[in-house]
């Protein structure tokens, strides 16, 4: 599969020359796939998947010679990766900062968790999560929220899903309602107006994303996106029963995330501890979650499994089952390719260990917070027994 830079790159050249880049993608994947050879082929041939409001973008970016917009590019890219690692270093508490000192550096080539290459894939995803969680930080911070609303509003331009997001301030703010409303309707309807503005684009761009299903089974980790390609691979329909998969998943889910939220609000979880599960719980969200939206998480789901493991074990045994768990999953991911050449079984790994890791940090901080409940229903019993002395 190319490199997504290279893929953006030969859109804008599409462009300087009077094409369309959605038509010229989706003639170049089904002549590939009309080949004989191609299912042997790695390098399939990936179209541009974003939304016809990124031409204009692109347009304006190609007037400028090609070692300025490709050096400004890999600028923000690399602000973008290590934004999210700045983020959950500071989420860390006490002790954890020195540790989690050491793994920062590393977190960018394990996604998830798991080793892979995605760094390298040059994905617009890295600039656009670096922007929301960089504003969100100062969201939680100063309570400004502006500015989040706009990198939000502005990432789902190229991702419609990136609206998910918005569920950020609902989750750990108060009075955020009515922008998060206004914001997730402006979104809707620069998505939908389209139609209307680049009728041809927007039709050529519906075509690319049903290819992306079809062809390179590209349904994400996510419970409902791995149950369409287990029904794709098998001839069946996949679209109604990956809504109803979604909503039976995602409702649950967000009405956890909600209690804990009110929880969090009431005073008794800390900001740092709600930050890692919140964000993992809301990319979760997602109905397609891809190894690259998954790479902002790596060092906040590293937080969440220490957590879990250090509330009920010690600080030895807790550093050998975290140790213990990486391996897990990295040695089950080396030595399920060879009879993966799909990624399917990869997929399900990583979709594995991220469904585990919200789990566990949801189990915590239920238990923390009944903690928190009984130690306030105790306290006045004690000052009872203390008055009853005196």
Same mark, same amino acid.
């Given at each position: 599969?190319?490199?997504?830079?290279?893929? %953006?790159?030969?859109?804008?050249?599409?462009?300087?020359?009077?094409?369309?880049?959605?038509?010229?993608?989706?003639?170049?994947?089904?002549? %590939?796939?009309?080949?004989?050879?191609?299912?042997?082929?790695?390098?399939?041939?990936?179209?541009?998947?974003?939304?016809?409001?990124?031409?204009?973008?692109?347009?304006?970016?190609?007037? +400028?010679?090609?070692?300025?917009?490709?050096?400004?590019?890999?600028?923000? %890219?690399?602000? $973008?990766?290590?934004?999210?690692?700045?983020?959950?270093?500071?989420?860390?508490? $006490?002790?954890?900062?020195?540790?989690?000192?050491?793994?920062?550096?590393?977190?960018?080539?394990?996604?998830?968790?798991?080793? *892979?290459?995605?760094?390298?894939?040059?994905?617009?995803?890295?600039?656009?999560?670096?922007?929301?969680?960089?504003?969100?930080?100062?969201?939680?911070?100063?309570?400004?929220?502006?500015?989040?609303?706009?990198?939000?509003?502005?990432?789902?331009?190229?991702?419609?899903?990136?609206?998910?997001?918005?569920?950020?301030?609902?989750?750990?703010?108060?009075?955020?309602?009515?922008?998060?409303?206004?914001?997730?309707?402006?979104?809707?309807?620069?998505?939908?107006?389209?139609?209307?503005?680049?009728?041809?684009?927007?039709?050529?761009?519906?075509?690319?994303?049903?290819?992306?299903?079809?062809? +390179?089974?590209?349904?994400?980790?996510?419970?409902?996106?791995?149950?369409?390609?287990?029904?794709?691979?098998?001839?069946?329909? +996949?679209?109604?029963?990956?809504?109803?998969?979604?909503?039976?998943?995602?409702?649950?889910?967000?009405?956890?995330? +909600?209690?804990?939220?009110?929880?969090?609000?009431?005073?008794?979880?800390?900001?740092?501890?709600?930050?890692?599960?919140?964000?993992?719980?809301?990319?979760?969200?997602?109905?397609?979650?891809?190894?690259?939206?998954?790479?902002?998480?790596?060092?906040?789901?590293?937080?969440?499994?220490?957590?879990?493991?250090?509330?009920?074990?010690?600080?030895?045994?807790?550093?050998?089952?975290?140790?213990?768990?990486?391996?897990?999953?990295?040695?089950?991911?080396?030595?399920?390719?060879?009879?993966?050449?799909?990624?399917?079984?990869?997929?399900?790994?990583?979709?594995?260990?991220?469904?585990?890791?919200?789990?566990?940090?949801?189990?915590?901080?239920?238990?923390?917070?009944?903690?928190?409940?009984?130690? *306030?229903?105790?306290?006045?019993?004690?000052?009872?027994?203390?008055?009853?002395?005196?």
């Amino acid at each position: 599969m190319d490199c997504d830079a290279k893929l %953006y790159l030969r859109a804008l050249h599409s462009l300087q020359a009077g094409h369309d880049p959605f038509a010229d993608g989706i003639a170049s994947v089904l002549s %590939y796939h009309d080949q004989p050879t191609a299912h042997l082929d790695a390098r399939a041939p990936y179209p541009y998947a974003y939304s016809p409001f990124t031409l204009p973008l692109l347009r304006v970016i190609g007037r +400028f010679p090609a070692r300025i917009f490709i050096s400004g590019y890999w600028l923000f %890219y690399g602000a $973008g990766a290590i934004a999210p690692i700045w983020l959950a270093m500071g989420t860390t508490k $006490g002790k954890e900062r020195r540790y989690f000192a050491f793994l920062a550096p590393a977190a960018a080539f394990f996604p998830g968790l798991i080793q *892979e290459s995605t760094l390298m894939s040059g994905n617009i995803a890295y600039i656009l999560y670096g922007s929301i969680f960089f504003t969100a930080y100062f969201g939680w911070r100063r309570g400004q929220w502006g500015w989040f609303y706009l990198a939000t509003l502005a990432a789902s331009c190229f991702k419609i899903p990136m609206l998910v997001f918005l569920a950020i301030p609902l989750l750990s703010a108060r009075k955020q309602w009515l922008p998060t409303g206004v914001t997730a309707a402006s979104g809707v309807g620069l998505f939908a107006v389209q139609l209307w503005i680049w009728p041809s684009y927007f039709h050529n761009y519906l075509h690319v994303l049903n290819l992306i299903f079809l062809y +390179f089974r590209d349904f994400g980790v996510a419970p409902a996106g791995l149950v369409s390609r287990a029904l794709l691979d098998q001839g069946l329909a +996949f679209s109604a029963v990956g809504i109803v998969c979604f909503a039976l998943f995602a409702l649950p889910m967000f009405c956890m995330l +909600f209690y804990l939220s009110r929880q969090f609000l009431a005073g008794k979880l800390s900001l740092e501890q709600w930050i890692p599960v919140m964000l993992i719980g809301v990319m979760f969200l997602n109905p397609r979650v891809q190894e690259y939206d998954l790479a902002p998480l790596t060092l906040l789901m590293a937080l969440v499994v220490w957590r879990t493991l250090r509330s009920f074990t010690s600080p030895i045994w807790a550093v050998v089952s975290c140790v213990l768990f990486f391996a897990a999953a990295n040695i089950s991911a080396v030595l399920i390719a060879p009879i993966d050449p799909g990624f399917f079984y990869l997929k399900c790994i990583q979709g594995t260990v991220l469904a585990g890791v919200f789990t566990s940090g949801c189990w915590n901080l239920v238990r923390q917070t009944r903690e928190a409940r009984q130690e *306030e229903i105790a306290l006045p019993e004690e000052l009872l027994v203390l008055e009853a002395g005196d």
